[in-house]
């Protein structure tokens, strides 16, 4: 008795998936690429370029008849700092590197899970362990990415403002989290239940 069986793919599979992997592998090359390109943006410390975000702050827009001034609601915007402290830049390079291994580490983990199935394994222990890891790293990458982002923000805000400025905005969304640790755990439940019902099947032939 083995502990994976075998399946064979129709053509369409095969090609679903073959595009399916050149996709993630391009999406991987374009994570790290831009992560790259913004840590040598930031890496001179001169103008650097800061996402933030505010707690509804109003301020004047050249919106109105003539460009007349308007008071909006401020919910984020790109605050250019003449330069950061150190610690600012190394939260954004930290953050950089964490976003592009986040999105490389799932890839890779789908690309090994899309091998196994054109190979014709589809349950089998490793690839639940593929799957329960592609969603565990991109839950806490996607986690960690906008704290460091904040971290960073609030960096700019002191520096601009000489910390005059309290902005500590902490933007954190708990429903997709809920929802992707459901997709997650319900995801590795199919691959653990339906590695079982395989194993079972075959003890039966």
Excluded: K
């Excluded at 399946?7 to 095969?14: E, L």
């Excluded at 090359?29 to 831009?34: D, F, K, L, T």
């Excluded at 103008?47 to 109003?58: C, P």
């Excluded at 909006?72 to 830049?89: C, R």
């Amino acid at each position: 008795m083995t502990d994976t069986a075998v399946t064979r793919q129709s053509r369409g599979d095969t090609v679903a998936i073959w595009i399916f992997m050149v996709a993630g592998a391009i999406i991987a090359a374009a994570s790290i690429r831009g992560a790259v390109a913004r840590i040598i943006e930031v890496l001179p410390n001169r103008d650097v370029r800061v996402y933030a975000e505010f707690a509804g702050d109003l301020v004047d827009a050249p919106i109105g008849p003539g460009g007349t001034a308007l008071p909006v609601e401020l919910d984020s915007a790109y605050l250019t700092v003449p330069s950061l402290p150190p610690i600012g830049i190394a939260v954004i390079v930290l953050q950089q590197l964490i976003a592009a291994a986040t999105v490389v580490a799932v890839v890779v983990c789908l690309l090994l899970l899309s091998r196994g199935i054109l190979r014709g394994t589809v349950f089998s222990r490793r690839n639940t362990a593929l799957a329960a890891t592609a969603g565990i790293v991109g839950l806490l990458g996607s986690a960690a990415v906008p704290f460091f982002g904040n971290m960073a923000a609030n960096t700019a805000f002191a520096r601009i403002s000489d910390r005059e400025f309290d902005n500590v905005v902490i933007s954190m969304e708990p429903f997709p989290y809920i929802l992707g640790c459901f997709i997650v755990a319900l995801l590795g439940t199919v691959f653990v239940v339906g590695d079982r019902l395989q194993r079972e099947t075959e003890g039966l032939v």
